[in-house]
């Protein structure tokens, strides 16, 4: 599938504390409810904490022989907690969910920020070309260092602090360009035929996953690129600021959102749905269904169309299936991921944490999800002259242009 060609060839990385950006890209894409906490006990004993407390278990009997046997013989001194994260790993990895993940102690402060959308960094968004073989930025994020500094979209970075790097050394230069909060990267780029440095001072940055902008016909246009922390509540924000406008009609873009926190997305759906309406049904592993309905009263009430793509998944596809079940939008675009289970954040007692898929969700209409996606009402095609959807043009959008025909 094209999509897939697409996943393969590029890689798109969050250059704020590197984490990874786009979840539909790398497999990492979740829905996720807030954090919950479990009893746990100390660190080197967490892991049969996790899978059980009984000493006759068969996994805990099994690990402890062969520590036993790794302490008479093995030549070399053992790092005890990075065995430790290695064996959870690998017990976590056996499942074949490609959701389910264990986070280290020392990677869980770096992993919930990510989740909430606040970090310390550069701020750009990088993606790996490994047509080309290098490492391009594809945006700033606004007002971050990387924006004030003059890094631009396009530019290619050649090296960090001195070292020369190639594409398939993304992670290796995602790793280098993080540090703490004040000191300085050097960052060298290539523009064109131009070789350019920058001396970049890593700050907090706070990503703006809503942005606004009222288009011809008083339309107003909100895009949404993650379902970060607060992103609900921007949304109504920048809609009130529309509506003083005094927009008619609403253009919610979804596409390449890739997800995020469970609660946001039912915010957004409240602010357009009627009170007491269904909108989420979630189903769990003894299959114990719970329904969500929304609370609030209606906050917009005016004709909305939803762009979504191939690159919709888990948090964006609620929200549009959500919208579109309930017929308070029209969809357009293309088929959304299908992304269709909900993960659960735990933090243990040593402070790792474990995201674990829980719920199986369907939309108000009980329509299947995972590994299916949404159909949109209107499906529409970028030109094939079109090489990324993360990177089209307003001129190319044909997808755009589709819900600005169909709300005039």
């Known amino acids: 599938m094209e999509e897939d060609k697409y996943i393969k060839r590029q890689k798109v990385y969050k250059i704020i504390m590197l984490i990874v950006l786009t979840a539909f890209i790398t497999f990492l894409v979740t829905s996720t409810y807030i954090l919950n906490h479990i009893e746990g006990t100390n660190g080197n004993s967490v892991l049969s904490s996790l899978i059980s407390n009984s000493d006759d278990d068969e ?22 907690q990075k065995a430790i994260d290695g064996a959870i790993q690998g017990y976590i990895e056996a499942l074949g969910d490609e959701y389910t993940e ?46 004030k500094a003059g890094i631009l979209a396009g530019d290619i970075i050649v090296g960090v602090d001195g070292v020369n790097y190639t594409g398939d050394e993304i992670d290796t230069v995602a790793n280098n360009i993080k540090g703490e909060e004040g000191t300085t990267v050097k960052i060298e780029i290539r523009r064109g035929e131009e070789n350019l440095t920058f001396d970049i001072e890593r700050a907090k940055v706070i990503t703006n996953p809503v942005l606004s902008e009222k288009l011809e016909n008083n339309i107003g246009y909100l895009q949404i690129t993650s379902f970060d922390e607060g992103t609900a509540e921007d949304f109504k ?14 253009i919610i873009d979804l596409r390449n959102n890739g997800g995020g926190i469970v609660e946001e997305a039912l915010q957004i759906i409240d602010y357009i749905v009627p009170k007491g309406q269904e909108i989420l049904i979630t189903v769990d592993k003894d299959q114990k269904e719970e329904i969500e309905k929304s609370k609030d009263d209606v906050l917009i009430d005016m004709p909305i169309v939803v762009l979504v793509n191939e690159y919709s998944a888990s948090a964006s596809e609620i929200v549009a299936g959500a919208l579109k079940d309930l017929n308070e939008a029209t969809l357009v675009g293309k088929t959304t991921y299908g992304k269709g289970v909900i993960q659960q954040l735990l933090s243990l007692s040593n402070g790792a944490g474990l995201k674990v898929t829980v719920e199986e969700y369907y939309t108000p209409n009980r ?6 996606g949404i159909k949109p009402n209107e499906e529409v095609n970028l030109p094939e002259t079109v090489t990324s959807p993360l990177t089209v043009t307003r001129e190319q959008d044909t997808q755009l242009q589709k819900a600005i025909e169909i709300l005039k």
Request: aromatic share 8%.
């Open 367 to 372: 329509t299947k999800i995972d590994g299916v």
């Open 237 to 250: 924000n920048k809609f009130n600021s529309l509506k003083d406008q005094e927009i008619t009609s609403l």
């Open 102 to 147: 264990y986070i280290p102690a020392d990677e869980m402060k770096e992993y919930t920020q990510d989740i909430m959308g606040n970090f310390v960094g550069i701020g750009i968004y990088m993606i790996q070309n490994t047509e080309e073989n290098t490492i391009e930025v594809l945006s700033p994020i606004k007002d971050s260092p990387a924006e």
């Open 59 to 80: 996994l805990t009997k099994t690990l402890k022989g062969i520590e036993s046997i790794i302490d008479k013989y093995y030549l070399k001194d053992v790092d005890e």
